[in-house]
């Protein structure tokens, strides 16, 4: 099947520091990609919709300048948390389709974020 | 979004067959039913996707009421590998563009010896 990657896999920072993440579609081009996060024992939380060659849109309660969504090519979308601070540390999950055609959503391996 | 109703966790003994069944009343009518499988600290993994009546892979089976108000998934002969959670989603399938999938709950299965 098709494959995402994500990295880094996992990383930790200091507080007030900025975090990349990002998340590549390796052998299929994504118009569209899927943000998520994810708290121990918990479900995922969609947060953003990543639009290639647009702005992204957001869930309500996201802030969409905490979190910066870029979508630059049709194979990778990033994620960048800003001024990190210890209650963004999470496990954050990229999802992407194929095409509009297909029903099934390929998710990336994960990254966890630690914010000291 | 159709909302998603499932058990919050089952216990089951390796070798026998688990079912997990999934609630979504407000199903829409082109509303594709896909369930994944999430081991700790990685990605979900497509398990199964099903519109109506029963769909079947190499791994599990989807058994889908004519109402589509709820959908049971089929593990057979569960492994201790098998130990997950496993999440049960409706949105747009095939051909109706890209989906948002807003994941419920899920079920976290714990398979013992």
């Known amino acids: 099947g098709a494959v995402v990657s994500q990295h880094p896999s996992r990383v930790i920072c200091k507080s007030g520091t900025s975090v990349k993440i990002e998340c590549r579609s390796l052998d299929f081009q994504a118009t569209t990609m899927f943000w998520y996060r994810q708290f121990p024992k918990q479900s995922l939380m969609l947060m953003a919709t990543s639009n290639e060659g647009s702005k992204a849109t957001y869930e309500q309660g996201v802030e969409k300048d905490k979190f910066l969504i870029n979508h630059a090519s049709l194979t990778l979308s990033t994620l960048t948390v800003t001024s990190a601070h210890p209650e963004d540390s999470s496990f954050y999950i990229c999802?992407?389709?194929?095409?509009?055609?297909?029903?099934?959503?390929?998710f990336g391996e994960g990254s966890r974020l630690t914010v000291l | 979004l159709a909302k998603t109703t499932q058990p919050i966790s089952m216990d089951s003994y390796e070798g026998q067959e688990v079912n997990i069944t999934c609630s979504h009343n407000n199903i829409a009518t082109n509303d594709y039913i896909t369930w994944y499988q999430q081991f700790p600290s990685q990605g979900p993994r497509f398990i199964i996707q099903?519109?109506?009546t029963k769909v079947t892979n190499e791994v599990a089976s989807l058994f889908i009421p004519a109402d589509r108000k709820s959908s049971t998934l089929s593990l057979p002969r569960v492994s201790l590998s098998d130990t997950a959670v496993y999440y049960c989603?409706?949105?747009?399938?095939?051909?109706?563009?890209?989906?948002?999938?807003?994941f419920g709950t899920g079920t976290r299965l714990l398979v013992s010896p």
């Open positions: 099903g519109y109506k």
């Open positions: 989603l409706v949105g747009a399938g095939m051909n109706t563009g890209f989906q948002k999938l807003v």
């Open positions: 999802s992407a389709q194929p095409g509009p055609n297909t029903g099934e959503l390929f």
